[in-house]
């Protein structure tokens, strides 16, 4: 089944560490995407890939980092420099026409 | 800036009433407008696409889409229990491969 995989679904880290969250799908899409969602709000864009080995910043890069090395794979850094680490973050892809977004299941990460 | 507005709500609607969801947006550059469905926890489903002016239905679903009025609705006729949700209205913008989301509407269906 194509689709979108994202691991692990939840995740605890101690302040002050780097984690790595994974997206990986076999769609065959070009471009992908991570939103952050805290509770009761809507997704905010972290950062999005069109093409590999390029990347451009959403509305909220700070303290995050990606790299885009394989169409199939599009991981993110939460940095100790992101304050509020704690939230959901989705990762996305589509096509390049008038396709939607294909969401992950998402990863739960909790900062303490 | 691009910006997308929905009614927070809570709306909530009898079991079996129509729900009506509504979203605006900003930019007259909007290419394709999308319905996704968020349950609680969950990441988001798409239940509808709609590109052009006028009614698109899916089963119990209908998009309504009015570019001139730069207005995107969505009914559900014969609302269930299990409707409940938040509902996001999402806009595409054909350069850039760019989707701005609304804030979302929190349907409850009382059965």
């Known amino acids: 089944d194509g689709g979108i995989t994202q691991s692990p679904k939840y995740l605890f880290r101690k302040e002050g560490q780097n984690v790595t969250l994974s997206c990986e799908q076999n769609l065959n899409h070009d471009a992908m995407y991570w939103y952050r969602q805290d509770p009761g709000q809507g997704l905010r864009l972290i950062y999005y890939s069109q093409i590999v080995n390029d990347f451009q910043k959403g509305d909220i890069a700070e303290g995050y980092s990606v790299s885009r090395e394989k169409k199939e794979s599009f991981p993110l850094t939460v940095t100790s420099a992101q304050k509020n680490p704690t939230a959901f973050y989705l990762c996305?892809?589509?096509?390049?026409?008038?396709?939607?977004?294909?969401f992950g299941n998402g990863t739960r990460l909790t900062v303490t | 800036q691009k910006e997308v507005e929905q009614n927070s709500g809570p709306l909530s609607v009898p079991e079996g009433a129509i729900a009506s969801l509504n979203c605006t947006y900003s930019?007259?550059?909007?290419?394709?407008f999308f319905w996704y469905r968020q349950y609680s926890g969950k990441s988001p489903e798409l239940i509808m696409s709609?590109?052009?002016?006028g009614d698109k239905e899916d089963g119990r679903f209908t998009a309504q889409l009015n570019k001139a009025s730069q207005y995107v609705s969505l009914l559900i006729r014969d609302s269930q229990p299990s409707d409940s949700a938040t509902y996001l209205c999402?806009?595409?913008?054909?350069?850039?491969?760019?989707?701005?989301f609304g804030p979302g509407t929190r349907l409850s269906v009382l059965p």
């Open positions: 999402a806009v595409k913008y054909g350069y850039g491969q760019n989707f701005v």
């Open positions: 930019d007259r550059g909007s290419q394709s």
């Open positions: 709609i590109y052009s002016n």
């Open positions: 996305a892809s589509t096509d390049r026409d008038e396709s939607p977004l294909h």
